[in-house]
T-cell receptor, first 114, second 108 residues
Framework: EAQVTQNPRYLITVTGKKLTVTCSQN?????MSWYRQDPGLGLRQIYY???????DKGDVPEGYKVSRKEKRNFPLILESPSPNQTSLYFC?????????????FGPGTRLTVL | AQRVTQPEKLLSVFKGAPVELKCNYS??????LFWYVQYSRQRLQLLLR??SRESIKGFTADLNKGETSFHLKKPFAQEEDSAMYYC??????????FGSGTKLNVKP
């Protein structure tokens, strides 16, 4: 089934403990993106990638890192998580880079940082 | 700065009534606008986009550049339309900005 997968779906961690949220798509999509969703704020873009080895910052990149070594994977790395990074995270992908293409979303990862 | 505003957090209507979910944007360039929907226990998915000028599930949305709006409309709401609706702006070739969402509740 063509889809975007995220792991883990739920994660509770402590301040400062490095973590990685994985995102994978099996649709050979060029564009991938990470968002966080907080109550009353909608989805805010963290980072995006236009293709392998090409990434750029979104609106709220502070405290996050990403990499795109393979086309299918786009992990989100929190090297030193803090409580203000407690949020619901979504990964999305689209066939082509650019803002006209449909984004396909993963199921979300709920992260709690204590 | 680019922004998307959805003024209503919750919109409740009766089945068969018209629906209008409001979306206003601010962007100095040429906007790409979308409506995404999330049904209960499902993933966020595209409903429609302004460049396609299509009607999906009876919903339409017209881009009004003068009023910087992209309101979503349906003449007769159905119970299965109950969901969370997000207006999104695509800008600077690769970036997206989503509104805070409107929960539509269609009552029987």
């Amino acid at each position: 089934e063509a889809q975007v997968t995220q792991n883990p779906r739920y994660l509770i961690t402590v301040t400062g403990k490095k973590l990685t949220v994985t995102c994978s798509q099996n649709m050979n999509h060029e564009y991938m993106s990470w968002y966080r969703q907080d109550p009353g704020l909608g989805l805010r873009q963290i980072y995006y990638s236009m293709n392998v080895e090409v990434t750029d910052k979104g609106d709220v990149p502070e405290g996050y890192k990403v990499s795109r070594k393979e086309k299918r994977n786009f992990p989100l790395i929190l090297e030193s998580p803090s409580p203000n990074q407690t949020s619901l995270y979504f990964c999305a992908s689209s066939l082509f880079a650019g803002v006209t293409d449909t984004q396909y979303f993963g199921p979300g990862t709920r992260l709690t940082v204590l | 700065a680019q922004r998307v505003t959805q003024p209503e957090k919750l919109l409740s209507v009766f089945k068969g009534a018209p629906v209008e979910l409001k979306c206003n944007y601010s962007y100095s360039g040429s906007p790409e606008l979308f409506w995404y929907v999330q049904y209960s226990r499902q993933r966020l998915q595209l409903l429609l986009r302004h460049i396609s000028r299509e009607s999906i599930k009876g919903f339409t949305a017209d881009l009004n550049k003068g009023e910087t709006s992209f309101h979503l409309k349906k003449p007769f709401a159905q119970e299965e339309d109950s969901a969370m609706y997000y207006c999104a702006l695509g800008y600077n070739f690769n970036k997206f900005y989503f509104g805070s969402g409107t929960k539509l509740n269609v009552k029987p």
